[in-house]
């Protein structure tokens, strides 16, 4: 006996399969991104350090956001 699976729930789960891994690649590379700047940060000049600041709330409020939605 053979289950007839839709093929819009095949469609479906593959779909949801590749957000899945795209949203886990986004939260990794936003990551990276602020072990980086917490990096140029503590490495910068003084003059420099108000950008860091501001880049590191900015990536801290993504990745915030991005694993909340996950």
């Known amino acids: ?3 007839v699976v839709p093929f819009q729930e095949v469609v479906q789960a593959r779909r949801r399969a590749h957000e899945r891994e795209c949203h886990e690649r986004c939260i990794d590379l ?3 991104n602020l072990r980086l ?3 140029g940060f503590d490495a910068a000049p003084a003059h420099e350090r108000p950008l860091y600041a501001r880049r590191i709330r900015h990536l801290s409020t993504l990745l915030e956001y991005a694993v909340q939605t996950s």
Do not use: K, N, Y
Request: aromatic fraction near 0%.
């Open 30 to 32: 936003i990551e990276a």
């Open 1 to 3: 006996m053979a289950v």
């Open 37 to 39: 700047a917490l990096d």
